[in-house]
Nanobody, 123 residues
Framework: QVQLVDSGGGLVQAGGSLRLSCAASGRTFSNYAMGWFRQAPGKEREFVAV????????YYADSVKGRFTISRDNAKNTVYLQMNSLKPEDTAVYYCAAGAVISTLRAGINNYWGQGTQVTVSS
């Protein structure tokens, strides 16, 4: 079992920045790929970004590429999502996820999930 606690959401104006954090516990953190998903009102949950266990590989949804950066600190069992140049369409509940490998994590298969943190971007 892996327990995940998301934090860092809030209200920000368009063009602003936020950094989300996800603290993990329960298993060897570096064994897991970590990612972020989001769910806007009335929409399905969608993939945002993922990072490998070592941190050497990252992938992003096209909608956030160049604006968001995922990173991890394996010594602190924490993964981050730095979000810059935020847009109103980025408004959603953001969920941290842990998975065995990048491919299944991106597909949302057998992931561990955080409780979610609300991000609201005003225009």
């Amino acid at each position: 079992q892996v327990q995940l606690v998301d934090s860092g959401g809030g209200l920000v104006q368009a063009g602003g920045s936020l950094r989300l954090s996800c603290a993990a516990s329960g298993r060897t953190f570096s064994n897991y790929a970590m990612g972020w998903f989001r769910q806007a009102p009335g929409k399905e949950r969608e993939f945002v970004a993922v990072i490998s266990g070592s941190g050497s590989s990252t992938y992003y949804a096209d909608s956030v590429k160049g604006r968001f950066t995922i990173s991890r600190d394996n010594a602190k069992n924490t993964v981050y999502l730095q979000m810059n140049s935020l847009k109103p369409e980025d408004t959603a509940v953001y969920y941290c996820a842990a998975g065995a490998v990048i491919s299944t994590l991106r597909a949302g298969i057998n992931n561990y999930w955080g409780q979610g943190t609300q991000v609201t971007v005003s225009s």
